[in-house]
């Protein structure tokens, strides 16, 4: 197993030294021993949680903050009941938001043509579907608990896999009845819970397992997640729990100075986009294609401009998404590794993605890679790690937003969703196959020789890569493949014809 893989790769939480730059050891408050023991105070911890709900206040309305301050002041210290505190939390954001998700938009269609028009039918449909895969999630955990030596509670995906394609097969069968309605919000709603469902699975059959009820309250926790947990699940967030009132301290103050960090991108992000946008009128991505295939001209350098400034607006999205989600876990006494640290610095594509977004890595490694690798040409080494790679960043990529965007196949049928998928399907391959042959090359460099060979080079091709890769992964499904290639084919100096 690479090492570019493993979790510990990516914890980033180590305290400046005496020796690191002036710069980085002026904001190290985490190591400063006076500001550690004064966040252990009552008045420290105060001044803590207050500051943590005022940035969170900055960004959300009171119906999410205020919930999500209340329970990280809990978790972080009644630590004997942190786990069933983390999951009263999450019951307690999830009642106020309980279409996270999705709005449901697809299946607000479905109920119109169906002459279901009343405004709270589809919320409470949605109301149902949530509360029917709890129901689901919890009888398969009993099943696993009850039957743990049959294949199937050794294998989460293929079980759930098996359970999701035979609802949207049903789902598909009865569209335009009412059922469908029905069966197409639990669908999606299954969708959403799929990877939470799979990690309480897996964990189900660890050393110490935990409730039923606590597995459930980390089904998008109340610290915040996408359809990729970010904490994975009970098994991994133990061993990040802070013991000691010093380590919640240090653990805290790490999280409050992310959160700014946070802050401080998000207003960075805003000033870019204002200057860039619309004081230069560099167009976003979607617009220079737009410009492309409607005759528009402009030159190839504005084409890579917009490019390059719509990557990056998309990592600046990201850091301040996982850094408050992060943030705010550290503020409830969780010492979880960042999603996204130093993406600059990666000097392949293994260490980049490890780097740019840890936990879908780590989901892809948990349930495409490991079970691959552990079962498939153990007599070739070479073959067998670059087949698991291509399982987890092709397969497992592809399968995961086919599975998140199945609300495309109401809204366009299987072929409409299928032919507007082809492009991301193209980025997988590429993607893949660029991974696995890094994680092959990797086993084989050697750190030295000049700053520019050995760290300018590496890390500019990650990033070309990573830039022309961005054209089909741009996850606007009505641009097609051919408007994709035509755009790249124009900056690299093709012509503007059609």
């Known amino acids: 197993m690479s090492a570019t893989l493993t979790s510990s790769a990516a914890v980033p939480a180590k305290a400046p030294e005496s020796g690191q730059p002036g710069i980085r050891r002026l904001f190290a408050m985490e190591a400063n021993a ?103 999630a919890t009888a398969l955990l009993a099943l696993r608990q009850r039957f743990s030596d049959s294949k199937l509670a050794h294998r989460p995906v293929l079980l759930l896999l098996g359970i999701f394609s035979l609802l949207v097969a049903a789902a598909t069968a009865t569209t335009g009845h009412v059922e469908g309605i029905a069966l197409w919000a639990l669908a999606m709603t299954l969708g959403a819970y799929f990877w939470f469902i799979c990690y309480a ?157 840890f936990y879908f890595k780590e989901l892809l490694v948990d349930f495409f890679f490991y079970p691959t690798f552990l079962r498939c040409f153990k007599r070739h080494p070479r073959l067998r790690l670059f087949f698991a790679t291509f399982m987890a960043a092709g397969v497992g990529n592809a399968l995961f937003h086919f599975m998140r965007e199945i609300d495309e196949v109401i809204k366009h049928g299987w072929y409409g969703a299928v032919a507007g998928y082809q492009s991301y399907l193209f980025y997988c391959l590429v993607l893949a196959l660029g991974v696995g042959i890094s994680q092959s090359r990797q086993r084989k460099s050697r750190p030295g020789g000049s700053f520019v060979r050995h760290w300018v080079l590496p890390c500019t091709g990650v990033w070309f890569f990573f830039l022309v890769l961005y054209v089909f992964g741009h996850e606007d499904r009505t641009l097609s493949l051919s408007e994709r290639f035509r755009f790249l084919f124009f900056i690299c100096g093709g012509t503007h014809e059609r």
């Not at 976003?284 to 030159?299: D, H, K, N, Q």
């Open 34 to 136: 006076r500001i550690v023991e004064f966040a252990r105070t009552t008045l420290g911890r105060l001044l803590i949680i207050l500051g943590f709900g005022t940035l969170l206040s900055l960004q959300y309305s009171w119906r999410y903050w205020l919930p999500v301050m209340l329970g990280a002041a809990a978790c972080a210290y009644v630590a004997e009941h942190r786990m069933k505190l983390v999951a009263l939390s999450t019951f307690a954001v999830l009642a106020l938001d309980p279409l996270w998700f999705n709005s449901l938009d697809a299946v607000k269609g479905l109920a119109k043509n169906a002459g279901i028009e009343h405004p709270k039918a589809v919320p409470f449909l949605g109301y149902g579907a949530t509360l029917s895969v709890f129901g689901l």
């Open 201 to 357: 699975l897996h964990d189900q059959g660890s050393r110490k397992p935990v409730s039923v009820v606590e597995h459930l309250g980390l089904f998008r926790p109340f610290w915040g997640s996408t359809s990729v947990s970010f904490g994975k699940g009970a098994a991994y967030l133990a061993r990040f729990e802070a013991r000691t009132a010093e380590e919640l301290a240090v653990t805290q103050l790490k999280g409050l100075k992310l959160l700014l960090w946070a802050r401080v991108l998000l207003y960075a992000r805003e000033a870019w986009s204002t200057l860039v946008h619309q004081e230069l009128g560099i167009p976003w991505f979607a617009e220079a294609i737009a410009w492309l295939t409607g005759g528009r001209s402009f030159s190839p350098w504005t084409g890579w401009a917009s490019l390059v400034l719509s990557s990056v607006d998309l990592a600046l999205g990201m850091a301040i998404f996982s850094h408050t989600i992060i943030g705010s876990a550290r503020i409830a006494g969780f010492r979880l590794p960042r999603n996204m640290w130093r993406p600059l610095e990666a000097r392949s594509l293994a260490e980049f993605w490890n780097r740019y977004y």
